[in-house]
């Protein structure tokens, strides 16, 4: 897992050799033929992935993605009925039998159908209609990480060629240098709270939502620590009650109009004695876990994941654990 995480600045860079010119393609071919929507298919970490693509789309072009559960298809047989929309299926493995189903069962439904998949002639790639390969290269780590960064890269790449969006095209050929500054980042005053906390939050909203899903899984799969991943807004509608002083929050700052509810968050487990953390390139927020400038809004969540994964892993390994084989967990897991 250090392996592939230290690869991350590599694999941008190598998308951006390889790869960025078909995702803006891609999204440019989009924005002439455009869709009635996007459905997105997807288990685990690629969920999260798909997650951050229905965020960045709907808050950038007004256009519907909505989540359709594999096992519409797969365990239902249900006839779906999606003319004229685009079916998104991320998937790092593309072998899950129930991803494959769905996509089978979108084109049967009239959906034009593409993969976002880091391993090239799998069953999800051969089903599609379109593959766009995210370039990580092998990844043997049970737990999931340059897949997840280099899948929001492409989703980006796909909406800066939607939009003809030069600003962030820019901001996505200098990133690379960026990933590299947040392998760097000193998260260490978090460790021993964070291992210590009965339980714990991670709170983000709109495209940093699905970096706190990401988060918590992690935490969970890698540290076994339990961690719930909600947005700024649900967390206040109910779950908040369950801070008090052994409870612990990791939240993801963001540089748009989500801001203010994120801060409030914050401020409201605070004054239920919760610790909490800031992962923010704010230097004048206090309890801040810092990161780099980003360069662009939409970049702050792939710099926030970056160097969470880098702190997850150490922590992991100072818990005892085994972040490259954890317990009960296997790389692959197929789902019907």
């Not at 963001?254 to 801001?259: F, I, V």
């Amino acid at each position: 897992m250090a392996k592939e995480i230290a690869e991350i600045p590599d694999v941008l860079q190598r998308q951006i050799d390889n790869g960025l010119e078909r995702y803006l393609d891609f999204g440019r071919e989009l924005s002439v033929h455009r869709p009635r929507g996007f459905v997105t298919c997807a288990r685990g970490t690629s969920e999260h992935a798909a997650n951050f693509f229905k965020y960045v789309v709907e808050s950038r072009t007004g256009i519907p993605v909505v989540s359709i559960g594999p096992s519409v298809a797969s365990v239902y047989s249900a006839p779906l009925n999606l003319s004229g929309f685009v079916c998104m299926t991320f998937s790092q493995s593309g072998c899950s039998p129930d991803l494959a189903a769905f996509v089978r069962a979108a084109s049967v439904g009239n959906a034009r159908t593409v993969a976002i998949v880091n391993q090239s002639s799998s069953p999800v790639e051969q089903a599609s209609d379109i593959a766009l390969a995210v370039l990580a290269g092998p990844e043997t780590a049970v737990a999931a990480t340059k897949s997840f960064v280099s899948m929001l890269f492409a989703g980006l790449g796909v909406l800066s060629g939607f939009l003809n969006d030069r600003s962030l095209e820019e901001s996505l050929r200098r990133f690379p240098n960026t990933a590299r500054l947040a392998l760097d980042c000193d998260w260490s005053r978090a460790e021993v709270p964070m291992a210590r906390s009965g339980s714990l939050f991670c709170i983000g909203r709109g495209p940093g939502y699905a970096v706190a899903q990401e988060a918590a899984l992690k935490l969970k799969e890698t540290c076994r620590l339990h961690a719930e991943a909600y947005s700024a807004a649900e967390v206040m509608h109910g779950p908040v009650v369950l801070a008090n002083r052994s409870f612990l929050a990791l939240l993801f700052d963001s540089s748009d109009g989500a801001r203010r509810s994120i801060l409030a968050a914050e401020a409201e487990l605070q004054g239920r004695l919760a610790r909490t953390f800031l992962v923010t390139d704010d230097q004048a927020q206090p309890d801040r876990l810092a990161i780099p400038q980003s360069g662009h809004p939409l970049l702050v969540p792939l710099t926030q994941i970056t160097a969470f994964y880098a702190y997850v892993e150490t922590l992991c390994r100072k818990l005892g654990e085994n972040a490259d084989q954890p317990s009960g967990l296997q790389k692959v897991t197929e789902t019907t």
